[in-house]
Structures are given as C-alpha cells and as structure tokens.
C-alpha cells in the first residue's frame, strides 16, 4: 500500500482528540505515531500493562480481541478513540492443530527463547520449520443513539 496516496479527509478548522494506541510495544507506537502523524493525526499512548489493560490469553482471536478492547476501553473511556494491536506467531513444529505455539504470548515468549534451542526443538521434532505471524488490529467502534 502507497501510504503516500492514503486519504484522509477532515476540517481543518476542527480539532481531533488524540488517538490512543494501546501497547506494550515501544517501535510499534513509534510506527502508528509516524504513520498517523503524517496525516496530521496525534497519536498517544495507553501503556498495555501498566495502567491496567489486561490481555487474557488462551481464547480465540475474536475473543482475546473483544476481551483486551473491553480492558482497553474500560480504562480510557468510552468517548476517547483507539485501537489495540496484537501479534501472535505460530511455530508448526511445536504447535497443535488447535493451540498455537507460541501465539497470543508471543512477546513475553521472546524474552526468554534461544534460537539455537528453538532450531534444535523443530529439528527433533519434524522438521517442520514453517512459522507464520499474525497481526490483528482492532477498534471499538461508538454505540449510535
């Protein structure tokens, strides 16, 4: 996508409050504050785990989703605008056919893995090196009286 050629239209007359972008993610909110920015839309950050934005683990993308929006929005209010984004990565070798590995833990997961071990893991296991990433956004969107 050209985000030169991404149109975003306003009043500039009218002032926009900023967005928050919920993350735990330094170089993602840098991303979302360079991109938006650009286009003339300020960009705040909702820390994800300080100020008490959970993310429950374990459920369905769509569920883990609603689940962290709610959180999000429970603490920034329900009038202000945001988005939360989420990684997950799949390792085939040490995934199930239901349970990713390591999916929605992914960044605390990094913290901790050695690429040796890991390699050494696929290898013994099948083989099987394929690994896809995924990355969802999401934003709430207002209820309409």
Not at 95 to 121: C, L, M, N
Request: a neutral charge.
């Amino acid at each position: 996508m050209n985000l030169n050629k991404l149109a975003i239209e306003r009043d500039p007359k009218s002032t926009l409050a900023p967005v928050l972008f919920a993350t735990s993610s330094s170089i993602k909110f840098a991303q979302a504050k360079l991109l938006l920015g650009m286009h003339g839309i300020d960009v705040h950050l909702l820390s994800a785990h300080a100020h008490g934005y959970r993310e429950t683990y374990g459920k369905s993308t769509q569920e883990f989703l609603s689940d962290s929006m709610k959180s999000a929005v429970s603490q920034a209010g329900i009038d202000r605008l945001l988005f939360i984004e989420d990684t997950t990565v799949r390792i085939e070798a040490l995934s199930s056919p239901s349970i990713d590995f390591p999916g929605q833990q992914t960044k605390e997961w990094f913290r901790f893995a050695r690429h040796s071990e890991v390699y050494d893991e696929v290898r013994q296991r099948d083989k099987d090196c394929r690994v896809s990433v995924s990355s969802d956004i999401a934003l709430p969107l207002p209820v309409l009286s």
